[in-house]
């Protein structure tokens, strides 16, 4: 049963290569807006107007940042590669993905995503982007999460709820 709403296309192509092309490319984009661009725009904030950090934790943040880099590029290969599609509504994945860092968390691009832009905060001693990633969180948990979950019930069914009931959204589970 195919949900005619839905922002959800399953990709046309079963070509891992060309999905991990199309990924690479959108996570290049993504990771430039939503970890430097962005980020940059809240420093020049804080500058113009005087805006107090904190003291910038660089080898913590660094360390941290490349830990959830893997982490996003670990779930988006494995998205490409099992789930015939990339991260994005228009071309996402025909299969159910539940492999890799799947088997741990719902969403680990959510995660990481959001694990990346704490550290950028971190690495600059800024607490408006600490609080713009949090934010971020905040808006993919209400906004995007129900929307992505409804499209996996219908496109998915029972496996997918299965896997709902067994594997958290946010914490990750290691048995």
Not at 15 to 23: A, E, H, Q, V
Not at 29 to 35: C, E, G
Not at 78 to 95: A, I, K, R, V, Y
Request: glycine share 8%.
């Amino acid at each position: 049963m195919k949900n005619p709403l839905s922002i959800f296309k399953p990709s046309k192509s079963n070509n891992p290569s060309w999905n991990l092309t199309k990924t690479f490319l959108q996570t290049t984009v993504f990771w430039f807006i939503f970890l430097y661009l962005l980020p940059a725009v809240i420093l020049k904030i804080e500058t113009t107007f005087q805006i107090k950090g904190f003291e910038p934790l660089q080898e913590i943040g660094w360390i941290l940042f490349c830990f959830f880099s893997l982490i996003g590029i670990y779930s988006g290969y494995t998205m490409s590669w099992f789930g015939n599609g990339t991260p994005l509504p228009l071309d996402c994945p025909s299969e159910l993905v539940i492999e890799g860092p799947y088997r741990f968390v719902r969403n680990p691009m959510a995660v990481a995503g959001i694990g990346q832009g704490v550290c950028v905060g971190i690495i600059v001693g800024s607490y408006l982007v600490v609080l713009y990633a949090l934010s971020g969180a905040v808006l993919w948990h209400i906004l995007v999460r129900p929307v992505e979950e409804e499209d996996l019930e219908v496109r998915f069914g029972k496996s997918y709820t299965d896997y709902k009931r067994a594997v958290k959204c946010w914490i990750p589970r290691f048995r």
